[in-house]
């Protein structure tokens, strides 16, 4: 996985900003098709580069996330990964399994990692926190992340009320999201075609 993206580093490296470039423009002479000469006519090595560039870009955009990086979202959602996973990316309306506990400081709201089952929802259908349901379409079955959720995109700035079991959380507190994506029902390989049916 680290050779791939040292590799995909290197591509961007050597295709540098002129992958990025314009084409050479095409013109149409009597009956013939040529290639009009300016000065963004494309060379060979210049068409490498683009698509280094191509293959580069591509491949980091479907790079596993690496453990112990940390990314802060515009919206102020930030997240450090604890473990990485190789597995798909859910799509978004399709049904996800997550494990995860919650805390507003020290004070524990939820825990789901102790639970024989996981937690299942569909990505993107707002049955999360706003800050949870941002980041779950950036995992990969297998990743663990601690989310670290402004209240704005938590509970608001009403909080919740305590309830039978859970406690009170005050408005606009933080809340720290520890999940991990533990399966997609839709894109894993079927235990009969695992194990075989003998």
């Known amino acids: 996985m680290r050779v791939l993206f040292a590799l995909a580093l290197g591509l961007a490296a050597m295709a540098g900003t002129e992958a990025f470039s314009a084409p050479a423009t095409f013109a149409r002479s009597s009956s013939s098709l040529s290639m009009a ?12 580069k683009q698509v280094g560039g191509m293959i580069a870009a591509s491949a980091l955009a479907t790079q596993p996330a690496f453990a112990d990086e940390t990314v802060a979202l515009p919206s102020g959602v930030s997240y450090t990964i604890t ?14 399994a997550i494990r995860f506990k919650a805390f507003v400081g020290d004070t524990k709201i939820d825990d789901i990692f102790e639970t024989p089952e996981p ?23 297998g990743d663990r992340w601690v989310l670290t959720i402004p209240g704005k995109l938590a509970f608001g700035p009403k ?10 959380i005050p408005g606009d507190a933080t809340v720290v999201f520890d999940v991990e994506m533990v399966g997609l029902p839709g894109k894993e390989p079927e235990l009969i075609d695992l194990i075989g049916d003998d």
Not at 37 to 48: E, G, H, P
Not at 131 to 139: A, R
């Open 119 to 141: 937690y299942y929802t569909r990505v993107g259908s707002g049955g999360m926190l706003k800050g949870v349901e941002e980041v779950i379409p950036k995992m990969r079955v």
């Open 37 to 48: 000469k300016s000065s963004t006519d494309v060379a060979r090595s210049d068409f490498l």
């Open 159 to 168: 909080g919740r009320p305590a309830s039978a079991g859970k406690p009170r």
């Open 83 to 96: 473990k990485s996973g190789d597995g798909p990316i859910p799509d978004v309306g399709e049904l996800c």
